[in-house]
């Protein structure tokens, strides 16, 4: 687990301490010391600490900058997506199971759809809320049909009645070439061993599969073996592949 939760000044202390509650810890003031993970609340909101991450700025999630950056930069990504959800009249109502770095989710969200994201980790799930917060002063229209829940998705197999998608992204397996990709997935890594959390894609995908939906969307990387054989339809990029479930 993380071994200190910081405050970087007093007037900070009270939420920071609302905060590390949720982790069951305490905030503490400074000298901030960088030879162990941690946690930091301050002027840029809350930011996670790894020393063994090759970024050495505190790992901080920003939507702010998003609406022109991360959707110019996924526009390929957004295609296939796209063609994965299909056509719809209405708003779809999806469930992603696999929040991360909400990258997906804000393109749902950009579409017009409604999107319920679970994260599993307690640690990205705080650094989620924070930043969602943060925007929701400047994007609050984006966000407005947002929730974040904390959570194993394959404990919300019961209450999943409500939607028309779910969407499954786990992590990739690690690769020599692309498993430290981009600092932010790095970053990702390192909360999940902090936190000591493993998956085991193909048993989720297993109980995942069993939510009444009219479909179920699964990100794989394009040359990995889909977790069930009986695809309705795929959708291939250079990279990553969506199989679709109906
Ligand atoms: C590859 S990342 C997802 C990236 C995300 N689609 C995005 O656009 O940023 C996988 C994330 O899903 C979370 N996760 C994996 N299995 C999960 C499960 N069964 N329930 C909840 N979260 C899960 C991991 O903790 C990790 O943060």
């Given at each position: 687990m993380v071994t200190k939760f910081f405050y970087t000044s007093e007037i900070y202390k009270d939420k920071a301490q609302d905060i590390a509650n949720f982790l069951g810890m305490s905030a503490c003031s400074g000298p901030i010391k960088n030879d162990r993970a941690h946690l930091v609340f301050g002027e840029s909101g809350l930011s996670f600490f790894h020393p063994e991450a090759r970024a050495k700025n505190p790992f901080n999630l920003d939507f702010?900058?998003?609406?022109?950056?991360?959707?110019?930069?996924?526009?390929?990504?957004?295609?296939?997506?796209?063609?994965?959800?299909?056509?719809?009249?209405?708003?779809?109502?999806?469930?992603?199971?696999?929040?991360?770095?909400?990258?997906?989710?804000?393109?749902?969200?950009?579409?017009?759809?409604?999107?319920?994201?679970?994260?599993?980790?307690?640690?990205?799930?705080?650094?989620?809320?924070?930043?969602?917060?943060?925007?929701?002063?400047?994007?609050?229209e984006l966000f407005k049909n947002f929730s974040l829940i904390h959570g194993n998705a394959c404990s919300f197999v019961q209450n999943a009645d409500d939607f028309d998608v779910i969407y499954y992204d786990p992590m990739y397996p690690?690769?020599?070439?692309?498993?430290?990709?981009?600092?932010?997935?790095?970053?990702?890594?390192?909360?999940?061993?902090?936190?000591?959390?493993?998956?085991e894609p193909q048993m989720d995908f297993e109980v995942l599969q069993l939510m009444p939906v009219n479909k179920m969307i699964v990100k794989r990387p394009i040359k990995a073996e889909p977790f069930n054989p009986s695809i309705n339809y795929q959708v291939s990029g250079k990279t990553t592949r969506f199989d679709v479930y109906i």
């Open positions: 702010q900058t998003g609406s022109s950056g991360w959707r110019l930069k996924r526009a390929d990504h957004e295609k296939l997506i796209k063609k994965a959800l299909g056509k719809s009249d209405k708003p779809l109502k999806i469930l992603d199971c696999t929040a991360g770095l909400i990258q997906d989710s804000l393109l749902f969200l950009t579409l017009g759809h409604h999107v319920t994201a679970i994260e599993q980790s307690k640690i990205l799930f705080l650094l989620l809320q924070d930043a969602v917060n943060r925007s929701k002063e400047t994007h609050n690690p690769s020599k070439k692309s498993a430290l990709g981009s600092g932010q997935l790095e970053y990702l890594s390192k909360i999940l061993e902090v936190e000591q959390i493993s998956n």
